[in-house]
């Protein structure tokens, strides 16, 4: 049977001439070593449909009331919006970007030659590799396990390595589907958000001279624990006035109440989402904090969902993990990350932990229904990205990892250096690499826009948190060393 054939003979009976067609020609082209000019690529072409040609067909199928009631995505279109208007005003301007949360450090060598070994092997008999265990690895659980629960009582069993923190939690919001009740913290993590970047070269991202930026593109990722909770159907309809969607419990952290919710003014929910160290105020809870959100849950036989993505930016002695908190595990999930810690934002590893010890109501397991959602929404992160995680836990790999947040820990020092030196209330920066400065009496878009204006830096509008963020500006410590250092130096010139 010839190559074609064997292609062939499978879909022969089912499938249009088309694809038929598609297939061979392909499979042909593979197997001849044919590489095609990249030019041959732009056949396909976008050109302008006719009017005439324009459908106004729809189909039957109703929209999803819950997908309907999602706000659109506002932060980050609106930054970009002001950004580049900002930029057709000063084409000259150099553009330094400390909003947007992603990194900006290459991935230490010790780490991506584990990858690229990995992915070398896949083409030897002895080194491929086709699906894996949806729950993940057993070294790299083991890894896991042993690098951030030691000690903690919580097996490699638990953990369910994953492609993000992100995705894993909209997994959980299926478990829990659609009838539960969600408590966030306001003001609380938009969500990574993706910056586009159509024009322009490669490494300036962060420090781009205009005419490269206004062919961005900004699109904004949704909330990841309140949007995944309209999306289920947990809530009500977003009510415009109080910018909140209904049915959600907004726990507020201020500088008032030290960035941890007075509980006794929160109300009953099934979940409870908290993030700490905190995206975007950088604020950390502390043991006795957390002992009591502990409590709160049990006694209200609540679950606690954990992000704590930025544990190891953690300086001062809060616990890194909720499980250090005696009796956790009968009431929390934890969910963390490689993205801010090795630079893997691109290249997607996470892991969730869901303890045995966490029942339902009913005393089913939670993580018997996360692995069933595990096994049917997703099939196992990447081999090759597992192979960069477990180098990541090597003991050259922690050493590496260690010295890059120690990096992003240097760049925040010197942003609040700098607020603190110009009189301002700065708070976080000392266990996450986010700094959130206090204007007090101002609107978070008048200074991002007085800020972008007189120094050409972009930073974050805390009222995008949430209404809990009105008044603050986040600074993001993910840069290069020279635009910090020059967006400090511009701070100054702005506000000396
Ligand atoms: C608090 C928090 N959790 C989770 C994430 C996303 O993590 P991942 O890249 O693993 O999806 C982020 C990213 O900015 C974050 O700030």
Excluded at 234 to 241: A, I, L, N, P, S
């Amino acid at each position: 049977m010839s190559p074609t054939q064997l292609i062939s003979a499978p879909i022969s009976s089912s499938s249009s001439p088309a694809f038929f067609g598609a297939a061979s020609t392909s499979f042909n082209a593979r197997s001849h070593s044919v590489s095609y000019p990249s030019k041959r690529l732009s056949l396909c072409r976008c050109v302008a449909v006719p009017q005439e040609e324009k459908t106004a067909y729809k189909t039957s199928v109703s929209r999803n009331e819950n997908m309907a009631k999602l706000q659109a995505g506002y932060l980050f279109p609106e930054i970009a919006r002001r950004r580049n208007a900002h930029l057709s005003k000063n084409p000259d301007a150099k553009v330094i970007s400390l909003g947007i949360g992603d990194t900006t450090e290459p991935i230490p060598e010790v780490i991506t030659s584990a990858l690229s070994k990995r992915a070398l092997a896949l083409s030897t008999y002895e080194g491929y590799s086709g699906y894996g265990p949806e729950q993940g690895e057993k070294p790299l659980r083991t890894a896991i396990a042993s690098a951030f629960y030691r000690d903690l009582g919580i097996g490699e069993d638990d953990i369910f390595v994953s492609d993000g923190a992100k995705c894993d939690i909209s997994r959980l919001q299926m478990v829990f589907g659609s009838n539960v009740t969600i408590a966030v913290q306001d003001p609380s993590y938009p969500s990574p958000n993706r910056t586009y970047k159509l024009v322009g070269k490669l490494g300036e991202k962060d420090y781009m001279p205009c005419a490269s930026l206004v062919d961005a593109i900004i699109v904004s990722m949704p909330m990841a624990y309140v949007d995944s909770g309209v999306i289920m159907g947990q809530t009500g309809q977003f009510q415009k006035d109080v910018e909140k969607y209904g049915k959600i419990e907004y726990m507020r952290c201020t500088p008032e109440n030290g960035f941890f919710p007075d509980l006794s003014k929160v109300s009953r929910t099934d979940i409870i989402f908290f993030c700490s160290p905190n995206n975007p105020t950088g604020s950390a809870a502390t043991r006795e904090q957390l002992t009591k959100l502990v409590k709160f849950a049990k006694d209200n036989g609540s679950i606690i969902v954990y992000d704590s993505a930025y544990a190891m930016y953690m300086s001062d002695d809060n616990p890194r993990s909720i499980f250090e908190i005696p009796g956790a595990k009968e009431v929390a999930i934890e969910t963390s990350s490689f993205s801010k810690y090795a630079g893997f934002t691109g290249v997607r590893l996470g892991w969730t932990v869901v303890p045995k010890e966490l029942l339902f109501s009913d005393g089913f397991p939670v993580a018997k229904d996360f692995n069933r959602i595990v096994c049917t929404a997703f099939n196992g992160a990447s081999n090759i990205c597992q192979a960069g995680g477990l180098a990541c836990l090597s003991p050259e790999g922690l050493k590496a990892m260690g010295q890059v947040i120690g990096f992003y820990k240097e760049n925040t020092s010197i942003i609040m250096d700098t607020f603190n030196s110009l009189g301002f209330k700065v708070y976080g920066g000392k266990n996450a690499p986010y700094v959130w400065v206090h204007f007090p009496g101002r609107s978070s878009w008048d200074v991002f826009s007085e800020i972008l204006e007189k120094t050409h830096v972009v930073t974050t509008p805390g009222s995008g948190f949430g209404p809990g963020g009105e008044g603050f500006v986040r600074v993001s410590a993910f840069g290069r060393r020279e635009n910090i250092l020059e967006a400090c130096k511009r701070f100054k010139q702005l506000y000396k």
